[in-house]
Nanobody, 125 residues
């Protein structure tokens, strides 16, 4: 599975962006699609994830209520709608996919076996 992330850019504080992650093939129901981000000098951190089968979503506390995941099965694509953006959201955002990830393993990056190239999100103050 190859993943292609897009949609990053420069936005002012309080603005919105929508990231997309397109998979190269139809994902089975066992897959989880996740978003991670990495700011300069910081470790990669979990942002959000969605189960392909049940549409169950998971969010980091720092983005809950501001970011929303959705998916389009027909296009094998996951969307991350980011609202009320803050300067601390500035990072390279990566999408990832992994199979058969239990709830307790949703957050660790090691749970995901497929990664896309990142897309830069910059929020100016």
């Amino acid at each position: 599975v190859q993943l292609q992330a897009s949609g990053g850019g420069l936005v002012q504080t309080g603005g919105s962006l929508r990231l997309s992650c397109a998979a190269s093939e139809q994902l089975s129901s066992r897959y989880v699609m996740g978003w991670f981000r990495q700011a300069p000098g910081k470790e990669r951190e979990f942002v959000a994830a969605i189960r392909w089968s049940a549409r169950t979503t998971y969010y980091a506390a720092s983005v809950k209520s501001r970011f929303t995941l959705s998916r389009d099965n027909a296009k094998n694509t996951v969307f991350l709608q980011m609202n009320s953006l803050k300067p601390e959201d500035t990072a390279v955002y990566y999408c990832a996919a992994g199979s058969t990830i239990i709830v307790s393993q949703i957050v660790p990056a090691d749970s995901y076996t497929h990664w896309g190239r990142g897309t830069q999100v910059t929020v100016s103050s």
